[in-house]
């Protein structure tokens, strides 16, 4: 399965396929809240918990285990094929996306800005704080304190625009391929 490349690293992707053979959901809520003595603000979440057991093409059986916001709706007999995603060399991986083989819908599993987070494509790294501390001493040498301070804040400004545009950039170059990835999956009547 074609893997993803960007700056020099690679996702790989590949899948796991069999029937459904059991499913079962619950739900879960997440109540959080907080304020003061004048004002109280109460938020909940609610994820689905689904688990269904795959019959696989090898004879074995598998426990698949989901949670979100959103759940795909699967019943016994179901052909399903998974798409997974992992760093080349690393053993964790995620699920991308799953391909309904009888009804043939694609549901999104992980978000392409999720996958994004997971594999740590542009987090700030602190190089931003150091290059502006870097303009404010130079700077500060050869004029004033508060010209120093005005290009330290625009570094550091133009260093998060650019690093948006980047992450914006790879989510959607992530989410083409995911997308195309899993219309294939979808056509193969194989799978």
């Given at each position: 399965m074609k893997s993803f490349f960007y700056k020099?690293?690679?996702?790989e992707f590949f899948t796991t396929t069999g029937e459904v053979i059991s499913s079962s959901k619950?739900?879960?809520?997440?109540?959080s809240g907080g304020g003061s003595h004048n004002h109280v603000s109460v938020a909940s979440t609610t994820y689905t918990n689904h688990e269904f057991w795959l019959s696989k093409e090898d004879g074995t059986e598998e426990a698949i285990q989901l949670c979100s916001r959103?759940?795909?709706a699967l019943r016994p007999g179901q052909k399903i094929t998974i798409l997974n995603s992992n760093e080349k060399g690393a053993?964790?991986?995620?699920?991308?996306?799953?391909?309904?083989?009888n009804t043939k819908d694609i549901d999104v599993?992980?978000?392409?800005?999720?996958?994004?987070?997971?594999?740590?494509?542009?987090r700030p790294k602190g190089r931003s704080i150091l290059l502006a501390i870097i303009v404010f001493f130079?700077?500060?040498?050869?004029?004033?304190?508060?010209?120093?301070?005005?290009?330290?804040?625009?570094?550091?400004?133009?260093?998060?625009?650019l690093r948006l545009a980047s992450a914006q950039d790879v989510?959607?170059?992530?989410?083409?391929?995911?997308?195309e990835l899993s219309e294939e999956l979808r056509q193969d009547t194989t799978a």
């Open positions: 020099k690293r690679e996702i619950y739900s879960e809520t997440h109540v959103r759940t795909p053993k964790r991986y995620f699920y991308t996306s799953l391909i309904n083989h599993l992980m978000s392409p800005e999720d996958l994004r987070r997971c594999y740590g494509f542009y130079l700077l500060v040498q050869y004029g004033t304190v508060s010209d120093a301070m005005f290009f330290s804040v625009i570094t550091l400004v133009f260093s998060a625009v989510v959607k170059k992530l989410t083409n391929h995911i997308e």
